[in-house]
T-cell receptor, first 113, second 111 residues
Framework: DAGITQSPRHKVTETGTPVTLRCHQTENHRYMYWYRQDPGHGLRLIHYSYGVKDTDKGEVSDGYSVSRSKTEDFLLTLESATSSQTSVYFC????????????FGPGTRLTVL | GENVEQHPSTLSVQEGDSAVIKCTYSDSASNYFPWYKQELGKRPQLIIDIRSNVGEKKDQRIAVTLNKTAKHFSLHITETQPEDSAVYFCAANTGFQKLVFGTGTRLLVSP
């Protein structure tokens, strides 16, 4: 599982509340990614990181922010959650020397009521 | 940017039959094409990948073929088994260490 954990694994929240999802890895991987998965859309990239404090936007970044203050943690924040952000969120890492190959964490199911 | 299209969206086969899933991509600069399998409620798992310097790669009952000229690649599963039932995603690399995914194919293998 490439040493990736995500927390929480399930969360139910209300519209307008802030939410932070955590991705933690134990193997010092440089590249980390956040995706959302919705029926009919596959996996879509929200944000990614190529090192501590180095992040960039993906294709569906509106309404999301990220932070990476240390190598092992990549945080995804929904500043004010909306029902359209109900989704399954996956974190991924890529391995040194094979940076285009990605491995996924277990996922977080987020429901915004 | 890169766009990946995947067909069919659902595929039903009998156990022992072969299954083929096809993807097309738009960016001629893409040179890495992984396939993931996702069982219900689980994470996507890498099952096979191919780089643009080869045309075919096999791993037991699964194989991937790549046609760079036509910009399409395919996943072939032979002698399908019920445990092959899952959603399969193709992807292509783009830009800076990023992947763009297809929308997935739900494969159902009936005993």
């Amino acid at each position: 599982d490439a040493g990736i954990t995500q927390s929480p694994r399930h969360k139910v929240t209300e519209t307008g509340t802030p939410v932070t999802l955590r991705c933690h890895q134990t193997e010092n991987h440089r590249y980390m990614y956040w995706y959302r998965q919705d029926p009919g859309h596959g996996l879509r990239l929200i944000h990614y990181s190529y090192g501590v404090k180095d992040t960039d936007k993906g294709e569906v970044s509106d309404g999301y922010s990220v932070s990476r203050s240390k190598t092992e943690d990549f945080l995804l924040t929904l500043e004010s959650a909306t029902s359209s952000q109900t989704s399954v969120y996956f974190c991924a890492i890529s391995l040194a020397g094979r940076e285009d190959t990605q491995y996924f964490g277990p996922g977080t199911r987020l429901t915004v009521l | 940017g890169e766009n990946v299209e995947q067909h069919p969206s659902t595929l039903s086969v009998q156990e022992g039959d072969s299954a083929v899933i096809k993807c097309t991509y738009s960016d001629s600069a893409s040179n890495y094409f992984p396939w993931y399998k996702q069982e219900l409620g689980k994470r996507p798992q890498l099952i096979i990948d191919i780089r643009s310097n080869v045309g075919e790669k096999k791993d037991q009952r699964i194989a991937v073929t790549l046609n760079k000229t036509a910009k399409h690649f395919s996943l072939h599963i032979t002698e399908t088994q019920p445990e092959d039932s899952a959603v399969y995603f193709c992807a292509a690399n783009t830009g800076f260490q990023k992947l763009v995914f297809g929308t997935g194919t739900r494969l159902l293998v009936s005993p």
